[in-house]
């Protein structure tokens, strides 16, 4: 079974860090372009960052630019999110997503995702 499992998630005050781990299992994710969503209560799911396949090319949105960084490693199979600065606008449920057929920043066209794991960020 091809599984992707978030962790790393938690609660931090404003300004600290966290890093987000994603566990792929079932298949290698060697040649595959993986991504990092997060959704708010009551709001869409919103792209945060994507990797290609090599590791090559990185792409941040807007806000989380410069702040967060975005790496995989091929031989663990693990996707990564090491988020630095947070902000209490950061709080939301963050899921890890692989295989985008189409662009690396729409949510919909990611093939496979993981449960999802918690961040909230304290004022």
């Not at 978030?6 to 040649?31: H, K, W």
């Not at 009551?42 to 941040?60: D, L, P």
């Not at 990564?80 to 729409?106: F, W």
């Amino acid at each position: 079974q091809v599984r992707l499992v978030e962790s790393g998630g938690g609660l931090v005050q404003a300004g600290g860090s966290l890093r987000l781990s994603c566990a792929a299992s079932g298949r290698t994710f060697r040649n595959s372009a993986m991504g990092w969503f997060r959704q708010a209560p009551g709001k869409e799911r919103e792209f945060a960052a994507a990797i290609t396949w090599s590791g090559g090319s990185t792409f941040y949105a807007d806000s989380v630019k410069g702040r967060f960084t975005i790496s995989k490693d091929n031989a663990r199979n693990t996707l990564y999110l090491q988020m630095d600065s947070l902000k209490p606008e950061d709080t939301a449920v963050y899921y890890c997503a692989a295989d985008p057929d189409g662009s690396y920043r729409r949510w919909t066209d990611y093939e496979l995702w993981g449960q999802g794991t918690q961040v909230t960020v304290s004022s």
